[in-house]
């Protein structure tokens, strides 16, 4: 099962998460993407750049729902195992 969105996923979502057009479940997979992987933390921060939003997008979602901290140990699981 396919819970973490590619680079290429997220940068393709990337307008919507800041828009914050995306269904939870999905901003949940890239919000987690965007903590550990630098290339796209990096697109975020040019997006913000460009957009003037960088500051109030930049925080961390107000409302995790409690499954996020799950999710995270379950990335960071994952990640442990690829390396
Ligand atoms: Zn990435």
Known sequence: MKFLPSC??????L???TEGALPVS?????????RY???CSGFLRGMHALSGLGKMLLAAPTQAPESAEKLLAQVQEAIRKQA
Do not use: F, P, S
């Open 26 to 34: 999905k901003r949940i997979g890239i919000w987690v993407h965007l």
């Open 8 to 13: 290429h996923d997220v940068q393709m979502d």
């Open 37 to 39: 992987c630098r290339a």
């Open 15 to 17: 307008t919507e998460y």
